[in-house]
Every structure is written in structure tokens, then in C-alpha cells.
């Protein structure tokens, strides 16, 4: 009798042994597919995958200028022959895409005097706005030592544009590869040079409108104001280059 007792129990005992091991498989493998679905979402997007420039437009227009030329991963622009400030054949060019709350990355480096910019929150509307920066905030971009911009605050390589001026000095100099990042999710702005935090500030409350009122965008009643719009890479008449141009939604 004892041994036909002991023998259910013992079963009853191996089937409760063997029934949460199944479930913690099926918990297992539902939890790496959401691993798998979250790090999918949150991916880096590239901006720069082929050498027609499939991702980008010039601002205002439908095609890439003929001085932009990607080779390898790497994006220059040619300013070897000018227009007025800018290149023969360049121009502003803007992201096919907009985005609202967005991690960016960007490598660039700038040639000797030469000065140049990536904004962001771009509104491309040429019947009001001529350039991207007559709308989009811009993260500097100058060779400090020799371009005049390079000497003057708010306005040296790494600081939001005739806005704030970056905290410390992490720029390397003009022909060296230099990595600015930009963060931006629902107001919150942060920037980060070489993978440094040197910039933080909240857009659109009353104190970026005193920023704005007391900089040269004041002329432009929508700078600074649109949040979701184009990343642009900007053309000021110098070479430059960029590389590993990511963007990632928030």
C-alpha cells in the first residue's frame, strides 16, 4: 500500500519539477523577443548610405547639388569654386525626413578658416524662409583658431548658434575629426562635442524666447519655434566633411 501511495506523489512531485521549467522557457523566449522589438525601435538609423544621397535634398529643391560628393562614407562638400558666400553647386541640404524627438550624430571636420553648421528642426518653406537657418537652431561648426566666427562668443564651434555658448573648450582644430551629438526630447536639449556634455537648455519656454529675442533670429518670427523638422547640414562656403551621420527617434 505504501508504494502505491509514494508513486503519484512522486509523479505529481516530477510534473510540478517539470511545469514552471516550461513556462520559464516560453517567459525566456518572450522576453528576448521583446529585446529584439525594443533595440530594433530604438536603432540608429545611417543618413549617409549610398552616393546618391537618396536620404538628403537640397533645401527648397528636389536633387543634391553637384559640389556635395559622398565616397567611402564620407560626405564633402567642395567649395573650390564660390556663389556669393556659398559653394558653386552646393547649398544647404536638408534630411527627406523630419523628426520631433531625435538622438543625432554627427563626424565632421572643417578646413582651415572655414565655417559651416548642422541644424535641426528645420521648417523648409521658401516662400517665408530663404535658408534652413532662418527656422532651424544650429550647432556650429569653424575652425576657431583663424575663422572669424572662431573668435567670437556664441558663435565657435560647438555652440548653438548666437544662442548659448558651450560650457568648455573640447573642439579639436581645423583638418581633425570631431563628433558633435545632439539630443532632443520634448524641449530637452543637449549637445555633446567629442563626446562631452558641454550644452543643456529647454526650448520654447520664456527663457528661449529671450534668447531668441536677443539674437540676430529675431528678424525671423519662426525661428527656434517648429518642433518636429529637418536635420540640414549647412554650405558656407568652405570645405568640409562629414561621416557617421546617425539619427535615432526618442
Known amino acids: 500500500m505504501k508504494k502505491l501511495s509514494f508513486l503519484p506523489i512522486s509523479l505529481?512531485?516530477?510534473?510540478?519539477c517539470q511545469s514552471p521549467a516550461k513556462k520559464a522557457t516560453g517567459d525566456s523566449v518572450a522576453a528576448t523577443d521583446s529585446v529584439v522589438k525594443d533595440s530594433s525601435a530604438s536603432a540608429f538609423?545611417?543618413?549617409?548610405?549610398?552616393s546618391t544621397m537618396s536620404n538628403w535634398h537640397n533645401y527648397g529643391k528636389t536633387g543634391i547639388g553637384k559640389a556635395w560628393h559622398l565616397k567611402d562614407g564620407v560626405l564633402h562638400l567642395d567649395a573650390s569654386k564660390k556663389a556669393d558666400w556659398q559653394s558653386n553647386g552646393g547649398g544647404d541640404i536638408v534630411s527627406n525626413d523630419?523628426?520631433?524627438?531625435?538622438?543625432?550624430?554627427v563626424e565632421w571636420k572643417i578646413s582651415r578658416a572655414g565655417n559651416s553648421g548642422i541644424m535641426f528642426y528645420v521648417h523648409e518653406d521658401t516662400t517665408k524662409y530663404k535658408y534652413p537657418w532662418q527656422t532651424g537652431p544650429e550647432t556650429q561648426i569653424a575652425d576657431n583658431k583663424e575663422n572669424e566666427d572662431g573668435k567670437l562668443i556664441k558663435h565657435r564651434a560647438g555652440d548653438l548658434y548666437d544662442l548659448i555658448s558651450i560650457s568648455k573648450e573640447v573642439i579639436k582644430p581645423a583638418g581633425e575629426w570631431n563628433k558633435t551629438e545632439v539630443v532632443a526630447n520634448n524641449g530637452k536639449l543637449d549637445i555633446l562635442v567629442n563626446d562631452e556634455k558641454v550644452l543643456s537648455t529647454t526650448?520654447?519656454?520664456e527663457n528661449w524666447k529671450k534668447l531668441v529675442a536677443?539674437?540676430?533670429?529675431?528678424?525671423?518670427?519662426?525661428f527656434g519655434?517648429?518642433?518636429?523638422?529637418?536635420i540640414a547640414l549647412q554650405d558656407h562656403g568652405a570645405d568640409v566633411?562629414?561621416?557617421?551621420?546617425?539619427?535615432?527617434?526618442l
Not at 538609423?45 to 549610398?50: F, G, I, N, R, Y
Open 12 to 16: 505529481l512531485a516530477l510534473a510540478a
Open 98 to 105: 523630419e523628426y520631433e524627438n531625435f538622438d543625432l550624430k
Open 203 to 205: 526650448m520654447w519656454d
Open 45 to 50: 538609423v545611417p543618413l549617409l548610405t549610398d
Open 214 to 222: 536677443g539674437s540676430k533670429f529675431k528678424e525671423w518670427p519662426g
Open 241 to 249: 566633411w562629414f561621416r557617421n551621420v546617425e539619427i535615432k527617434k
Open 225 to 230: 519655434t517648429f518642433k518636429k523638422g529637418h
